[in-house]
Structures are given as structure tokens and as C-alpha cells.
């Protein structure tokens, strides 16, 4: 080691490595000097430094395990259960969710948190969301919340059933057909 870093250090070309550097898509790494050194030969000489700068295409993946949660206000989960209603078109192109809520927790907290800025479902691949929310009052109160989520292709259809899988494990729940 102590023989790499005399000949990196002899050289013109150590310069380039005295001070660590980062390239986009390359690593980084400090050269350290040596007092002494074991090295007794030839001083090693380049003539013109070049750079060459290498863009690797690497692709990596950290996949967070996130709880999958429901939301009204972002940041703050929804504790109630709601009951799902689906619909999908004969051809499979598009679909609609129905969320109902009975005496959902974000009444709760609105006070104090702000209001409803929305429907959010949260899990690990992403959010989904929509402004579709309505709120049934009984006796001037709020007492039930109605969400909608539109599933507009295939693709859409298939993200939202990742999701309500992943909720329902979370959640205890199951599917049932009627």
C-alpha cells in the first residue's frame, strides 16, 4: 500500500488525487501521504493527465417498509376502518373505489390539525390520492365520511389493488365478493 501511495504521490498526475473528489456516478476516495516510504525505485511520470470520467447506469432499489395508512390531513393517519365498495367496467379499463367512514378519528383531531385537504393512501410504493371527499353530518355533526378514488386504466386498477391488499393485511380485513 505504502508503495501506491509513493508512486501516486511522485507523480504529476497526484495533483489530481491530493483532495478527495466526487464525479457524477463515480466513487470518491482520499489519498493519504506518507512520511516514510519502503519505495526505492523509479519515479513514475505521465506526461498529460487525462480524466476520463465513466457514467455508470446502475439502478438501485431501497424499498422502505411503510405501513400502509389512509389520511385526510397528511401526516395524520386515519384510525378508523373504513368499509370499501368496488366497481370495475366489464372491459377492465377503469374502476371506482367507495371509502365509508362511520365517526372517522379525523373529526377528532380537525380542530386542531386543519381541515381535510383530501384522500390520501399511503404505502411503500407511493401515494395515491383524490379530492373526491365528502363529509354526512346527523343533527348538525359530522358523523360519517364518503371517499372516492377513480381508477382511470388497467395500470391504475392494479396499483390500488397492491395497495388495498397490503391495508388489508395490515388492517385484518377481507375481501369478500357479493
Not at 473528489?21 to 516514510?36: D, M, N, T
Request: no cysteine; net charge positive; glycine share 6%.
Amino acid at each position: 500500500m505504502a508503495t501506491l501511495q509513493s508512486l501516486a504521490l511522485a507523480s504529476p498526475f497526484s495533483h489530481y488525487l491530493q483532495q478527495p473528489r466526487s464525479f457524477p456516478g463515480s466513487l470518491s476516495w482520499p489519498v493519504h501521504r506518507s512520511a516514510k516510504s519502503a519505495f526505492n525505485g523509479q519515479s513514475l511520470h505521465v506526461s498529460h493527465p487525462q480524466l476520463t470520467l465513466v457514467k455508470q447506469k446502475t439502478s438501485s432499489f431501497i424499498t422502505m417498509m411503510v405501513k400502509p395508512t389512509i389520511q385526510f390531513i397528511q401526516g395524520t393517519d386515519e384510525q378508523t376502518i373504513p368499509d370499501v365498495r368496488l366497481t370495475k367496467s366489464r372491459d377492465g379499463t377503469n374502476g371506482v373505489a367507495i371509502f365509508t367512514f362511520d365517526q372517522p378519528s379525523v373529526f377528532d383531531s380537525s380542530g386542531e390539525l386543519g381541515d381535510i385537504t383530501g384522500f390520501y393512501m399511503i404505502d411503500e410504493e407511493g401515494v395515491l390520492q383524490s379530492v373526491d371527499v365528502s363529509a354526512k353530518f346527523v343533527n348538525g355533526k359530522p358523523s360519517r365520511i364518503e371517499a372516492k378514488y377513480i381508477m382511470r386504466s388497467p395500470r391504475d386498477w392494479d396499483r390500488f389493488m397492491r395497495f388495498m391488499e397490503r391495508y388489508a393485511n395490515a388492517n385484518g380485513l377481507q375481501f369478500v365478493k357479493s
